[in-house]
């Protein structure tokens, strides 16, 4: 086999474990460091055998290392020493999908520039290989969209509101318990996870950047049981999902967004924490990746799947140009929410009175907004109903606009939701 | 992009002119000569650009040519043509399943030889990149099991028995009218086709290849809808599955038959001419792809990705060794299907006399096979009683003794069908 593979590791997080657990006894690679916040904290795998560290820069300063693998997430301090690993000529794995959305394209261009690689199949959909799909499996094709459940815990709130008539809130509480949420869950439920993921995606489908902070984002927190009562009466499950496809010009349309999925649209079947991507080719048609998305051991086998190829790789001359992301470094605009066109569900409070629906039917003409169903649901006590509304596919500024003229009717409460729905 | 890489097609079906169509306005690529079996035969594609020979061999013997792409199909000439092309120092591209299931190691040792390398991402699953997930998509885990349903055209037959009640006579003429099956359907649905691609698959996932003539053998032609019927009352659908998993001692259990899957397994939904895998990992757990798995441009999309990926690898230098499939050539023997454990559902027509359920249970008593379910199913005019069995799962042998005893006996007329369940 020759010499071993000597690897450098830069967070001991639950990732983290699961690399050292996989690898510990692969003789074909040696952990010579461990870069971890703070030494002093108790950790439930044995590390006697181990080199610690708190400087994660003596990682990528240590000339016998040939791979940093960065299981820390965040920006700070991963972005500084990844750099100066690259500059020093190590190769690189990383998890980390804050730091190739935020900063891919300046990461790649300077492993190109000294000849070194970055892999980050860990960095979406845990060990489902999307990112080897995207980047080397489709070569053939012209993507037309990528949509995907990109983010498990949000997956298992959704999955337990609608299996077992749970609130938002119990379904919250129940994935903090199974460890399927974190303590503070707002990345997830406020879908800033599936910006990350779903930038990151669109980079390799589209080769081309955008700004991620440009990125439509809306949250889980305002579906309500009766949004996923009605929405499997319309025919439809509602589904946390990133989209992803050309928009009108040389833009592209990103988002993250919860969404109605037909009932027969293989995502629809995607349950609990399980992740997919759905991908339409001009070519392959349309294929799905589906699996666990994250967790302990599905995500370290991503990495540990990336240090295995590079070191593979290692052995031939000039390798790096080959693994390339074909990523430009030219960032594309967003196609703006406003211009999108979808159709949409609504769910509106009202007062009950006579007339309502009435109301709303001719704010929504006079923007231009075609109605396919309404319906009303109960009158509380205190005299609320609830409308819900199914329009016909539409520009979202119109929809916007009739929404404002709504909001302002004195008859009406309160707009509950807006939820865009996805068009096969 | 420097030179133009310069290649030789030989086969001009479906898949043929699938590839000479997405390649033919591709500047990166030359087609220098087309290899046909009869080059008077009218064509869809217009060829005038094209160098049309008869001889397959000149491809082969052609100095400037980089790339053999052989979507010819079957043995010969393609063994013969792929062994001097790389014997040449050409790298191939092939969509022969059969080829590969049957001489695989030793074309992939030829290669190695002389430094080139085999691409068959078209043999299995159509555009799904089910061998490249294998090959390097999956490196850090032990894979327990991979079962999948690789043939579209078996799975139409058994979608349209069980959402339209079709006959499976009917179902057949209505996917061969459909174009998704051929006018002689025995490859098909007798499951030689499955044979070939789970030899591949399994190949790869258990990194031996097995003897594909062992390999056991079950087509659908048995199936009836009451089959369909009662599988789904039992809680299964029943579809045609490749199977691979590690057996007892150094034997590896490859099969290609029908399968009753439990109706939530991910599998079961796969529905109509799609194709998918379940692949089960130590560490990433169990994962799924699916798509399109056979047609004119999902397929031709997977032999141009193979192009593509070669062509940019042909700049490296040495970059043969890195795209070698990790197969041994040490052939490891097929696990005996009489000495695999399986539940079974059996079907059996009976004469229409008291007490043969009571027989029936003795005998599966005395081979040790003990019964999930006992239904009885209606009796015809002629007084033909249908007896269905679900077992427990049980060593097959114990089953195959049970049922020589059973069909014995004078109320048993037949034994209808025998059929395996997936366990999970």
Redesign the interface.
């Known amino acids: 086999m020759g010499a071993k593979t000597v690897l450098g590791i830069l967070g001991l997080g639950t990732v983290g474990t ?1 690399v050292v657990d ?1 690898l510990r006894d692969n003789p074909q690679f040696e952990i010579r460091r461990i870069a971890v916040r703070d030494i002093a904290k108790p950790r439930e795998i044995d590390l006697s055998a181990f080199e610690i560290t708190e400087d994660p820069f003596q990682l990528a300063d240590d000339p016998e290392i040939d791979i940093i693998v960065e299981v820390a997430g965040g920006v700070d301090p991963a972005f500084e020493v990844i750099k100066r690993a690259l500059t020093s000529g190590k190769n690189v794995v990383t998890a980390n999908k804050e730091l190739i959305a935020k900063h891919g394209p300046e990461i790649f261009d300077l492993a190109n520039k000294h000849g070194v690689t970055v892999f980050f ?1 860990a960095a979406v959909g ?4 999307l990112i ?2 995207l980047q ?6 012209r993507i037309s969209r990528v949509a995907g459940i990109v983010n498990g815990t949000t997956n298992y709130i959704l999955t337990r509101m609608e299996q077992d008539r749970k609130s938002f809130d119990e379904a919250l509480r129940e994935a903090q318990a199974a460890g399927f949420a974190e303590t503070d869950p707002s990345d997830d439920i406020e879908g800033r996870d599936v910006v990350y993921k779903i930038a990151i995606l669109s980079s390799l489908a589209f080769q081309s950047p955008v700004e991620v902070s440009k990125i439509f984002r809306q949250g889980i927190t305002q579906i309500i049981d009766l949004d996923i009562i009605l929405a499997a009466e319309f025919g439809y499950r509602i589904k946390m999902i990133g989209l992803a496809q050309p928009g009108v010009g040389d833009t592209l349309d990103v988002r993250a967004h919860p969404m109605l999925i037909p009932i027969h649209h ?1 995502l629809a ?1 995607v349950e609990g924490v399980n992740n997919a991507i759905f991908i339409s ?12 998305g994250a ?1 302990k ?2 995500t ?6 990336d ?3 590079i070191a ?2 290692l ?5 790096a ?2 693994f390339q992301p074909p990523i430009s470094s030219q960032v594309k605009p967003v196609y703006p929410i406003d211009e999108t066109r979808n159709a949409y569900y609504i769910r509106l409070e009202t007062h009950d009175t006579p007339g309502v629906i009435g109301k709303l039917g001719l704010a929504f003409g006079q923007h231009g907004v075609s109605l396919h169903s309404v319906a009303q649901k109960g009158v509380t006590s205190s005299g609320t109903a609830t409308i819900v509304l199914l329009t016909h596919t539409v520009r979202e500024k119109q929809v916007q606009g009739a929404l404002r003229e709504i909001s302002a009717l004195p008859t009406v409460k309160q707009i509950g939701v807006l939820l865009r729905v996805l068009n096969h």
Chains 1, 2 share one sequence.
């Open positions: 699961g996989l199949e845990g060990g489902i290989p080897s799909t080397r499996g489709l070569q053939a094709n293989p079947s080719g001009s070519a392959v048609g349309e294929i799905m990746l589906s699996g666990p967790g051991y599905p370290a086998s991503a990495v540990v799947g240090i295995i190829n593979s790789a052995k031939l001359p000039d390798f140009r080959y």
